[in-house]
């Protein structure tokens, strides 16, 4: 059983496409989060969902919009896509909504070409 | 604005060598301090953390040392083996989970 899942795993688009990646997590944590990695591998926080409300919502074009349905799930929505949203990106999930162990997936590899 | 930095980028120790890499960071609201990583194609996995209440936590192979004082803390990996090679972050945290991340050290041990 996959703790934290996401889908699809490699998501190949064409610029300004709209798209979506979906997050579910089977640990009955209260928090999920999105991350992104770059091509330099640095990763960075871009929504946090407490008990499915928003409490993280950092300097993200709002072209990226979550959606958190349940407790259990995160989707990320992405419209007008652009090349420089070309990424890794991470969904992850924890019990609390800080210091405490972040479970993450294994990430979905977006290309916009 | 980075908020954590690590170094070195990168560190290649041989089979049985200790691997060692640090990292600063600015905010005293940081609270919890964990070692994150992370193999090609997968996502970080947590490996060890450590709160500011202690200056040495160990876990296997793996050490912690923090230095309150100077906001400074690193991870030890002893008898370093070429299965750890992978990307290692340092992350700080806060009780409202903002986890900030550092810029990752790609460690390479040869056997």
């Known amino acids: 059983d996959t703790a934290v899942s996401q889908t699809p795993k490699y998501l190949v688009t064409q610029m300004g496409n709209d798209k979506s990646i979906k997050c579910e997590q089977n640990l009955g944590h209260d928090t999920m989060y999105w991350y992104k990695q770059d091509s330099k591998k640095f990763l960075k926080i871009m929504f946090s969902y407490n008990n499915k409300e928003l409490i993280i919502n950092e300097t993200v074009p709002n072209r990226f919009s979550p959606k958190s349905p349940d407790k259990a799930h995160l989707n990320l929505h992405i419209n007008s896509l652009e090349l420089g949203d070309s990424a890794v990106y991470f969904c992850?999930?924890?019990?609390?909504?800080?210091?405490?162990?972040?479970?993450f997936g294994q990430g979905t590899r977006l290309t916009v070409v | 604005q980075q908020q954590v930095k690590q170094s070195p980028q990168s560190l290649i120790v041989q089979k049985g060598g200790i691997s060692i890499i640090n990292c600063a960071y600015e905010n005293t609201a940081f609270d919890y301090f964990p070692w994150y990583q992370q193999f090609p194609g997968k996502g970080p996995a947590l490996l060890i953390a450590?709160?500011?209440?202690?200056s040495e936590k160990k876990e296997g192979r793996f050490t912690i040392s923090f230095n309150k004082s100077a906001k400074q803390f690193s991870l030890h990996i002893m008898d370093s083996q070429p299965g750890d090679s992978a990307t290692y972050f340092c992350?700080?945290?806060?009780?409202?989970?903002?986890?900030?991340f550092g810029q990752g050290t790609i460690l390479t041990v040869h056997p």
């Open positions: 992850a999930s924890s019990q609390e909504k800080g210091g405490t162990e972040a479970f």
């Open positions: 992350a700080a945290d806060t009780s409202y989970g903002k986890l900030t």
């Open positions: 450590i709160r500011p209440d202690v």
